[in-house]
């Protein structure tokens, strides 16, 4: 799936429960949940729905494990590695289930969807198996099981389940997702997300607004509108570009954003909304994949990289200075060494500011699956090294070029690494480094020790220092 992977953390921190058990939790609600997320954004907003499902029966979200009646692990298929991660997790679990025996262990999401018999053959301490379009069971299935001892399932695939009725549980803080469309209809050879997720389906755009504006009223002030394919966006006759434009006239204090595209369908119309609007930012992720026509047609792309390369020529031309990323997949089943050098002059064409570089990973019953040739262990890590080499070669290149320059950044939250620092992002979506207190010296010649910033301001700040991730910064008042 079309996703990224790498922006968000995976366990809830301590601040962010702290803020999500005082503004969310009802008082009367007397059971507790706690949820682990794994894989990509669209996850991370399911489980604000589940939370939401499951705060109307009773339950508020605990970060303690020890205390909690029920523990969900929202999973990913995406790769294998990112199915073993959850298998092992599940054996870590095991104690927990030993301490209280009347601990309830569910999974839901993709490896619900995917590996049902396996979970419950080889980890008998699950007791719930919910796949992404049966989140609103999970209630009536803990219930059933406290009553019968019978283990939930629910896995099957809607073709109209979009949870559009629901609010979401939002942790408090100045970025949230909407998630607008469902599903992918794409089936590139690769890829268990429209096994898993199921067919494309999307959102009602007033609801989608409704959401938005609340978000607004409620102090968010930067909006990822999610989606597997988010180009394939349809409801009547609106498609995605009406609905980015619509949003971005509803809440023009807002930051937006989306993610992600397919370059099959996105549109010079999109194009054209995102130069209209000042609170779109200047930011598209777009995966290429490949660089080679005969693996994109093997993978059922749906795009040569000539007309990938007109996308980003026009994106450019259109929106100077717009940040670019995408994910690579390397080592797809055949991929000669030629095949592998067209992708890395790809990266040096295109010049990304980020790549989500991986290597191919076989899932069963995708048709790649069943594809010959498939690369040796050693060739797939050599091929994956060049790759992130030369992209960040690439990237501190371009970040080394904002050295000096001063620009907005909407301050999100605290520095991961350190409580003295914020993590900010720009227009581009460039992470930014900030203090948050610096000296100045005033107009008056007087040195200044106290100011501070809060999450949520919008800071003008000068590039001190870049790595090829992450930029670092002093504001400039
Ligand atoms: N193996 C490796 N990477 C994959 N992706 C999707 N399926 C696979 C797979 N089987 C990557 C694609 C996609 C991103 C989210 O994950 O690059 O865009
Ligand atoms: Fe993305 Fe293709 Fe997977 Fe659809 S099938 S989610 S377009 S990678």
Redesign the pocket.
């Known amino acids: ?2 996703l990224s992977h790498l922006i968000i953390n995976n366990k809830p921190s301590e601040n962010s429960n702290n803020l999500l058990q005082k503004n969310f939790n009802k008082e009367s609600n007397d059971k507790k949940v706690y949820i682990e997320t794994y894989g990509c954004q669209m996850n991370y907003s399911d489980t604000e729905i589940v939370l939401s499902v499951l705060s109307e029966f009773g339950y508020n979200e605990t970060s303690d494990i020890e205390e909690s009646d029920v523990l969900l692990l929202n999973t990913c298929s995406i790769r294998e590695n990112a199915e073993n991660k959850v298998y092992k997790r599940l054996d870590d679990l095991k104690k927990y289930k030993t301490q209280n025996p009347n601990l309830v262990i569910g999974i839901l999401g993709c490896m619900a969807e995917r590996l049902k018999n396996d979970l419950l053959k080889r980890r008998k301490i699950v007791d719930l198996i919910v796949g992404p379009d049966e989140y609103r069971k999970v209630p009536h299935l803990i219930d059933n099981l406290i009553e019968t001892g019978e283990k939930g399932i629910a896995i099957k695939l809607s073709r109209v389940e979009t949870y559009d009725d629901i609010t979401p549980v939002r942790k408090k803080g100045v970025t949230a997702w909407i998630s607008i469309m469902r599903g ?1 209809d ?3 050879t690769f ?1 268990v ?2 096994f898993t997720r199921g067919r494309e389906r999307s959102r009602n755009l007033k609801n989608i607004i409704d959401e938005a504006k609340r978000l607004s009223d409620e102090g968010v002030k930067d909006i990822w509108l999610l989606g ?2 988010v180009n394939s966006y349809k409801f009547g006759d609106e498609d995605f570009s009406d609905l980015l434009d619509k949003t971005a006239n509803a809440v023009p204090n807002m930051r937006l954003r989306y993610t992600t595209s ?1 370059p099959y369908d996105l549109s010079m119309k999109l194009l054209e909304v995102m130069t209209k609007h000042k609170n779109i930012c200047n930011y598209i992720h777009l995966p290429i994949q490949s660089g080679s026509d005969r693996i994109l047609n093997k993978m059922n792309r749906l795009y040569s990289v000539e007309q990938y390369m007109n996308v980003m020529k026009k994106a450019r031309e259109m929106m100077p200075g717009v940040g670019l990323s995408t994910d690579i997949i390397s080592c797809f089943p055949s991929e000669t060494e030629d095949e592998h050098k067209m992708t890395l002059d790809v990266i040096r064409e295109v010049r990304y500011d980020g790549a989500y570089t991986f290597a191919y990973s076989p899932r069963e019953n995708t048709k790649a699956f069943d594809m010959e040739d498939r690369i040796d262990e050693e060739t797939k890590n050599r091929r994956l090294d060049e790759i992130i080499t030369i992209q960040r070669k690439i990237s501190v290149e371009i970040n080394q070029r904002l050295i000096g320059k001063t620009m907005p950044v909407l301050i999100e939250s605290l520095s991961r690494k350190s409580d003295d620092f914020f993590m900010a992002r720009t227009d581009c979506n460039k992470s930014v480094i900030v203090p948050k207190e610096f000296s100045y010296v005033s107009e008056s010649g007087e040195l200044n020790h106290k100011k501070n910033f809060h999450i949520g301001d919008f800071v003008n700040i000068k590039i001190n220092k870049v790595n090829s991730a992450t930029l670092f910064g002093d504001p400039v008042l």
Do not use: A, D, Y
């Open positions: 799936m079309e992918c794409k089936f590139c890829c997300v429209p597997q394919n397919h």
